[in-house]
């Protein structure tokens, strides 16, 4: 294997990917690092992750990226208690940002959703503010969402927005939104806002690790598009296909002849599995899977459309030259052994794609932990021998 952007927790393998999309740049962040070391009395591995979705500019989001986990590391309860460590990290971090930013000007200032999971000794740690989500892969092969999305119209964040004599727009066609502009109840920084009801308090999670398969971290850009159960079916169907031979052209048929059936048989999870087998058998920009997961929007969106017309209609996607996962930046990154198929920056790569093709606008970022039981040990052996060559 080439290098590959991966990092070995003794429970998961972790990865990355984010593309900009239909949006002139990329205002996301991410962190995926072990907080070992970095106190001295901290001697155990602490594996901390997270995704920042900025807005007005990405001074927020690589702020937070920078920051937040150098506050939880200063709090003198962590990592005893760290779900108050979290509290105080998300509070700290935001208080540092508006003094820093130092304007409440409404067209200068920026915020960012926080989206964090920390893996220790034996249990996962979530927290949250704004509409990134954290999803879990459950041992009994369901799918849990950890995390809620902080929209302005949830009862309990409208009436704090109402309270604070601010109020909640919603007009057809957009999303509600905090005075009519901002589109998240919750985020760290937003300087105007934060006499609107809107605040940086995280919600926090605990889970035990054994009950976790996976874990996943991403902005909107993919939740508009995917739901949790489609993100957990596409995920699996993975490492059931990786190493069987997949026929893009072959595939391309059998979607072609389920769309076209009387009763239009064809199920949205099949449409989307068939389409990520196509995907792992080949990535490159102008292989079948573009051309299929075109397909599937239009067939989800416009469910009277004839065959024939999805059978000619093939739109160049926007925003693929952008695509990043992991050290790849190039589109045309292809996977070639099993264990590159099965990477978490490959599986990223696999879910932006399908993001992208199925009309998210917005940009995506995913960071993804697969658990390491999921994986042969040869695999495992070969992910840590590119990680820590000879």
């Given amino acids: 294997m080439k290098q590959a952007h991966m990092f070995l927790s003794s429970l998961y393998v972790w990865g990355h990917g984010s593309v900009s999309g239909r949006r002139p740049s990329n205002e996301d962040a991410h962190i995926i690092r072990d907080l070992k070391g970095l106190r001295q009395d901290l001697i155990d591995s602490i594996t901390f992750v997270g995704v920042f979705d900025g807005h007005g500019g990405?001074?927020?989001?690589?702020?937070?990226?920078?920051?937040?986990?150098?506050?939880?590391?200063?709090a003198r309860?962590?990592?005893?208690?760290?779900?108050?460590?979290?509290?105080q990290a998300y509070l700290n971090t935001d208080k540092l940002y508006l003094r820093e930013e130092g304007t409440s000007d409404i067209y200068s200032s920026a915020g960012t959703t926080a989206v964090v999971c920390i893996h220790h000794k034996g249990m996962l740690y979530f927290a949250n503010a704004g509409d990134s989500?954290?999803?879990?892969?459950l041992r009994d092969r369901g799918v849990r969402q950890i995390t809620?999305?902080?929209?302005?119209n949830l009862p309990a964040e409208k009436t704090r927005i109402e309270r604070a004599g601010s109020c909640v727009v919603m007009d057809d066609g957009d999303c509600p939104r905090v005075a009519g502009m901002l589109a998240v109840s919750r985020a760290i920084g937003d300087s105007p806002f934060k006499n609107c009801g809107v605040i940086a308090d995280p919600d926090i999670f605990a889970l035990r690790e054994a009950d976790a398969d996976y874990v996943v971290l991403a902005c909107d850009g993919l939740w508009?598009?995917?739901?949790?159960?489609?993100?957990?079916?596409?995920?699996?169907?993975?490492?059931?296909?990786?190493?069987?031979?997949?026929?893009?052209?072959?595939?391309?048929?059998?979607?072609?002849?389920?769309?076209?059936?009387?009763?239009?048989?064809?199920?949205r999870k099949e449409l989307l599995q068939h389409a990520i087998a196509c995907l792992v058998a080949s990535s490159g920009p102008d292989d079948q899977l573009v051309k299929i997961a075109t397909r599937i929007g239009e067939y989800l969106s416009q469910r009277q459309t004839s065959i024939q017309e999805l059978a000619t209609v093939f739109p160049e996607m926007p925003?693929?030259?952008?695509?990043?996962?992991?050290?790849?930046?190039?589109?045309?990154?292809?996977?070639?052994?099993?264990?590159?198929?099965?990477?978490?920056?490959?599986?990223a790569s696999y879910l932006l794609r399908l993001a992208l093709c199925l009309g998210s606008e917005d940009n995506v970022t995913?960071?993804?932990?697969?658990?390491?039981?999921?994986?042969?040990?040869s695999i495992i052996v070969e992910y840590d021998s590119v990680m820590h060559p000879q």
């Fill in 58 to 74: 990405d001074r927020a989001s690589k702020f937070v990226r920078d920051k937040l986990h150098l506050q939880l590391s200063k």
């Fill in 77 to 87: 309860i962590f990592p005893m208690d760290l779900k108050e460590s979290l509290r």
């Fill in 133 to 137: 989500r954290a999803i879990v892969g």
């Fill in 148 to 152: 809620v999305d902080h929209k302005p």
């Fill in 224 to 267: 508009d598009v995917l739901s949790n159960e489609d993100v957990d079916s596409l995920i699996r169907h993975v490492f059931t296909v990786a190493g069987k031979s997949t026929d893009p052209v072959f595939a391309t048929q059998l979607i072609k002849s389920k769309l076209s059936g009387p009763d239009h048989t064809a199920t």
């Fill in 319 to 347: 925003g693929l030259s952008s695509l990043e996962c992991g050290e790849y930046k190039e589109c045309d990154r292809s996977y070639k052994t099993v264990g590159q198929k099965i990477s978490p920056e490959a599986v």
């Fill in 366 to 377: 995913i960071v993804l932990g697969l658990g390491r039981k999921l994986y042969p040990k």
